[in-house]
């Protein structure tokens, strides 16, 4: 990714990025790294892991490699601390890890539809949750229980979707996990003002990774049909949309929102 706001913006930051192994999680730690971040790469394998840092180029600070379960609470705990150890502080966190399970309902098996929740909705929660356990909250104790109102950066970036609003067929795990995690956003925007850590969502519409691929074809095809732009977004589309969000400069004023980066698929 080319560079978008000036050079190394980010720099003496650090953010934790989940799903970066490939797809849109990449994307965005490639991004976040361009503008100078020690990004901390979450994932589930770690020679996975160690083959997407290496195809990271231009980064001012090497990616941390991190390999976690995000449905794990001993996983996230651990990863979290390690990030902590690493860097001594953690500024952004990107959840981005997710899984489908496609199928109706008729034939949707309840371990499915909690693995998929536990993925997305679970994921979201423990990360977020031991990054203010093991971090934000001991800085606002420390600071008397007041605002941290210390001019540092802090965010978090959830992923929704489209179908979250939309509805899709054979979806109904997903969509209510991407439904929570738009909830999620919105009470941790409220819990979290006193942190002064900016809790926003992105909600995209079709994006060429290779979780899309699983649709296959002729459903790629219907999807791009739907939008108004014509195209399936390329995951560099949605890091560019990530970095904004991580930036004071562009979003220092918005907590608790979805931003749809959608071609046009839907509109709220
Ligand atoms: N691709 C799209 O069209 C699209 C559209 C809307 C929303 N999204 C959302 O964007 C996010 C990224 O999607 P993508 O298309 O890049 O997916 P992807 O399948 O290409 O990549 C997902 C990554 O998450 C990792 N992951 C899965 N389960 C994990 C776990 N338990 N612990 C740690 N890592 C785990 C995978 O190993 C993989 O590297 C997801 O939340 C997805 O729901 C994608």
Redesign the pocket.
């Known amino acids: 990714m080319d560079p978008i706001l000036r050079e190394n913006a980010f720099l003496g930051e650090t953010h934790i990025v989940?799903?970066?192994?490939?797809?849109?999680?990449?994307a965005v730690a490639q991004g976040l790294a361009r503008h100078g971040a020690q990004v901390a790469m979450?994932?589930?394998?770690a020679s996975?892991l160690e083959e997407a840092r290496a195809k990271i180029e231009q980064a001012a600070v090497t990616p941390l490699v991190v390999p976690?379960?995000?449905?794990s609470e001993e996983d996230v705990t651990r990863a979290v601390g390690q990030v902590l150890e690493a860097s001594g502080c953690i500024n952004g966190i990107v959840n981005?890890?997710?899984?489908?399970r496609d199928t109706r309902i008729t034939k949707k098996s309840y371990a499915d539809f909690n693995l998929v929740l536990a993925?997305?909705l679970g994921?979201t929660f423990l990360f977020t949750r031991e990054v203010a356990v093991q971090h934000w909250h001991p800085l606002f104790k420390a600071n008397g229980n007041e605002p941290l109102d210390d001019g540092v950066n802090r965010f978090i970036v959830n992923?929704?979707?489209?179908?979250a609003r939309n509805g899709n067929v054979g979806q109904v795990d997903?969509t209510a996990a991407?439904g929570g995690i738009e909830a999620v956003t919105r009470t941790t925007a409220r819990e979290f003002s006193g942190y002064r850590v900016r809790v926003n969502a992105v909600?995209?519409?079709?994006?060429?990774?290779?979780?899309?691929a699983g649709v296959g074809e002729a459903g790629i095809e219907a999807m791009r049909r739907s939008t108004l732009l014509g195209k399936?977004?390329e995951?560099a589309e949605?890091a560019a949309a990530v970095v904004g969000l991580a930036c004071p400069m562009i979003s220092g004023y918005m907590t608790g929102q979805i931003l749809a980066v959608n071609g046009g698929m839907y509109m709220a």
């Open positions: 989940t799903g970066a192994a490939q797809g849109i999680g990449f979450v994932d589930l394998d996975r976690a379960n995000v449905t981005v890890a997710g899984i489908t993925t997305h994921g992923f929704s979707s489209v179908s997903y991407k909600a995209p519409g079709p994006v060429n990774t290779p979780m899309l399936v977004a995951p949605l």
